[in-house]
């Protein structure tokens, strides 16, 4: 990485992946020089965790980024696409993790383990799409075992936790808990969904085919990461009464015959993946023990479908707070700087 520090503002500081990608900054030692806390006004003058000191909070929609090199936005797609733009004028590079700019063709999206090339591009615009989190895990995975032998479907079913929801599906889950535990009546807000003990087969809006807005991102999403409007993915997004670490039921099929103990050692060797596969109890990752606070990309249950030599069927668990969102974004920002910048 280069020894030059670099001055980083991260917009939405203080939601959870703001805050998160403060800790991440620091954690990775990436070269900060200064950082920039930022927000909306309502939240000018709180203090966020940088490493072993905090930084006040300061108002977005005031902030000059003249003096800034990187900006990580994760405040929500309408704040990307008002401030990324003063960003980018300023002279600065964007990472940003919302939906704003992912499906734009000048526009690179970006795994690090899996395209890091595409950054090549983020010249045009001086913006990154971080994608979202059930791809990012998804591709971590599948990407090795793509160079193998060549992806031609995936039937993908996830199960995600109430933080992909943010701060809020995290104290809807809490606080639903508590009162079924205690034997009170829930009180719904209106369009709330009752989490606490149920699964709720409904992320984001409902498209026009049918599929939810997040089944369709992880359509989109991993043709354009593979570079392959081919390969062909039928995913079902469902919500899960657990607070953090998306997990996934996968099922590939590929152009030439893989077997179990070929997909095992590309696994292993893949960056950014911890294979866990033993056929025993608990050899395997869960989202509460494994994914949560950490950083790789687990797999396991890996097994060969029954019925043919070329496709294989994998259970894939990350912390989409972290892996699925802020790690990711710094890690695409350590590329920038180290070959690109």
Not at 140 to 152: N, S, T
Request: aromatic share 6%; charged share 20%; with cysteine.
């Amino acid at each position: 990485m280069s020894e030059r520090q670099w001055n980083v503002a991260v917009v939405g500081a203080t939601g959870l992946v703001g805050e998160t990608l403060c800790s991440v900054l620091a954690e990775r030692r990436f070269p900060v020089g200064r950082l920039h806390a930022l927000a909306s006004e309502h939240s000018r003058g709180k203090r966020v965790a940088f490493g072993n000191r905090h930084v006040v909070v300061e108002d977005l929609s005031t902030f000059d980024f003249a003096d800034v090199d990187i900006a990580l936005f994760s405040a929500g797609a309408a704040v990307s696409r008002e401030h990324a733009p003063r960003a980018t004028a300023a002279g600065a590079i964007v990472i940003d993790n919302t939906s704003a700019f992912r499906y734009d063709h000048d526009i690179p999206l970006v795994v690090p383990e899996v395209n890091p090339q595409a950054l090549a591009q983020a010249d045009e615009r001086r913006i990154v799409a971080n994608p979202n989190c059930s791809t990012i895990q998804m591709m971590v995975a599948l990407q090795p075992l793509h160079a193998l032998a060549g992806l031609r479907r995936i039937d993908v079913a996830t199960y995600q936790s109430v933080s992909g929801a943010g701060r809020a599906g995290i104290e809807q889950l809490a606080g639903q808990t508590a009162n079924l535990l205690n034997g009170r009546d829930l009180e719904l807000g209106e369009g709330e969904p009752r989490i606490a003990f149920n699964v709720w087969p409904q992320i984001d809006v409902f498209e026009d085919n049918g599929y939810t807005r997040e089944e369709m991102k992880m359509v989109w999403e991993s043709q354009k990461i593979l570079g392959d409007d081919s390969i062909v993915i039928n995913p079902t997004a469902v919500r899960v009464p657990v607070f953090y670490a998306h997990s996934e039921a996968v099922s590939a099929e590929f152009e030439r015959e893989i077997s179990v103990e070929q997909a095992r050692a590309a696994l292993e060797n893949a960056p950014g993946v911890t294979v866990l596969d033993e056929a025993v109890h608990g050899g395997y990752p869960t989202a509460a023990i494994s994914g949560t606070g950490t950083d790789p990309v687990f797999v396991g249950r890996l097994r060969r479908w029954l019925d043919r030599p070329n496709g294989l069927n994998m259970w894939v668990v990350a912390d989409n707070v972290r892996k699925g969102a802020a790690l990711n974004a710094v890690q695409i920002a350590e590329l920038l700087v180290k070959d690109f910048l």
